[in-house]
């Protein structure tokens, strides 16, 4: 029996997962299975920018994709920078928010001078309305090109705004879930230069890597799984109960060594077993390789515990 055998001298407890190990802070819509599909359609994303960049701007780049990471709402808007930074929104077809495009003011201020002919010039200035016209479409054409691969393969439509804003965009209800993903530019020393930020609602991408017609179903369903593996995994402690007993104040105060606690059960009944303070078997009392041990002759199933109606016998 494996828990006999776990029991005996010199073995080691086994490892389990700590519930912190779990990351509560962050989704987990994308299944395992559907990660490399999803890395390869914003490394498309990516190619898609790239060409853009060089007919909308003139910036000869090559833009690669960084690792996607997910987060809910409320974690993008507390990690956005209180400046430095423009955006446009992503809005569904019904004009829902599903995202953003970020980039920053330096890159902002070359696109605008590469357009007007002039120089982007040294530090940050404040935009006239003309050049924060001209940055809003050169952001949403960005954003259209971005796009593509993922609205074609999940057959949505995602339209990118028009007006650029120094601060976050609504992202709808805090725990909206999205996928972010950094698009850079890698130098000569294979360092990463920022050029955009993209958010996309989780949900999309998952419909655009699985399938509209499998997307809905299959992440809810990978979801719970992942959940109750790591919550299978954390440690709780079993305890079974000889009996009780009722005392008062004062003759619990004078107990002393040799006294003798008469409990409410007799030699040969069964014991209460409790996981968590939640009774979940009955057992007789026993003994394996020198430990006290509880034979199981009874197991609460779900819903049933509190009563004992529902029972499984053991044959020991």
């Not at 399938?211 to 990978?222: F, L, V």
């Not at 079993?238 to 004062?250: D, H, K, P, S, Y």
């Not at 409790?274 to 003994?287: D, E, H, I, K, L």
């Amino acid at each position: 029996m494996m828990l006999a055998r776990a029991a005996r001298p010199g073995n080691t407890a086994p490892d389990y997962a700590d519930a912190a190990d779990y990351d509560w802070h962050q989704p987990h819509t994308l299944p395992q299975g559907l990660l490399f599909d999803a890395q390869g359609l914003f490394d498309r994303a990516a190619e898609a920018l790239s060409a853009a960049l060089g007919r909308v701007v003139r910036d000869d780049l090559t833009v690669r994709a960084a690792d996607l990471t997910e987060a809910y709402a409320s974690t993008l808007r507390e990690a956005a920078p209180s400046e430095g930074t423009f955006y446009v929104p992503l809005m569904t077809a019904d004009e829902q928010p599903c995202g953003f495009l970020g980039t920053s003011d330096a890159n902002a201020a070359r696109w605008v001078a590469r357009l007007l002919g002039g120089s982007a010039g040294q530090g940050t200035r404040q935009m006239s309305a003309l050049e924060l016209s001209l940055l809003g479409d050169v952001m949403a054409s960005l954003a259209a090109a971005i796009l593509e691969p993922i609205c074609t393969a999940a057959d949505v439509d995602i339209t990118p705004g028009r007006s650029v804003s120094p601060a976050i965009v609504p992202l709808g209800q805090d725990t909206a879930e999205f996928i972010e993903v950094d698009m850079s530019r890698i130098d000569e020393d294979n360092d990463a230069q920022a050029i955009v930020t993209l958010a996309v609602r989780s949900d999309m991408v998952v419909r655009a890597v699985s399938g509209p017609d499998e997307s809905d179903a299959r992440g809810a369903a990978d979801r719970r799984k992942r959940i109750i593996e790591h919550l299978s995994r954390v440690s709780v402690t079993a305890r079974a109960r000889l009996g009780q007993t009722e005392t008062t104040v004062r003759e619990a105060a004078a107990l002393a060594v040799g006294d003798v606690l008469v409990l409410d059960t007799c030699l040969g009944d069964e014991v209460d077993v409790f996981v968590q303070g939640t009774r979940v078997a009955r057992g007789t009392p026993a003994s394996c390789e020198g430990y006290n041990a509880v034979c199981l002759t009874e197991v609460m199933r779900e819903g049933a515990a509190d009563a004992g109606s529902v029972s499984d016998d053991i044959n020991a």
